[in-house]
């Protein structure tokens, strides 16, 4: 099978040099925070899981997703680069933020989420904005 550069080059991106547990949990505790603030999210912050089972994306058809019933965030790890598992973060605090603004509740709660929604569509856009400034101050989790 011959594999063109570009996708060559794409693919050894994904197989990037993992930082150590600690430090990596490190910075998405520094990250949760920083998104927080950014969405102007106060304490307590929504509980933050971080899935390391392989079968979580293929089984839900999603890397992310936020329990509006009881406040938690589940975010798919394992095999992901670090940046790309903090942007789903911050993807799900948005909605999490979107819950605290009225716009988001149990009974609309698979609507907003649709594709082209505009609940869907601001959550891509703040996590985007969020993931730049804080890939400015953190640029390891780039590696």
């Known amino acids: ?3 063109p550069v570009l996708l060559q080059e794409k693919y050894t991106l994904l197989l990037e040099k993992k930082l150590e547990k600690p430090h990596r949990n490190k910075i998405v505790g520094q990250f949760i925070t920083f998104a927080c603030r950014q969405l102007e999210i106060e304490m307590p912050y929504p509980r933050v899981i971080l899935n390391n089972d392989e079968e979580f994306g293929p089984k839900y058809k999603t890397f992310g997703m936020f329990h509006v019933e ?7 790890a394992a095999n992901r680069n670090l940046a790309d598992i903090l942007r789903t973060i911050a993807h799900e605090l948005t909605h999490y933020k979107q819950k605290l603004d009225g716009r988001i509740h149990i009974d609309n709660a698979d609507d907003s989420g649709k594709a082209g929604s505009e609940i869907e569509n601001e959550a891509n856009a703040r996590a985007g904005i969020i993931m730049r400034e804080f890939g400015h101050m953190f640029p390891q989790i780039y590696e």
């Open 1 to 3: 099978m011959n594999i």
């Open 70 to 76: 009881d406040n938690k965030i589940v975010v798919a």
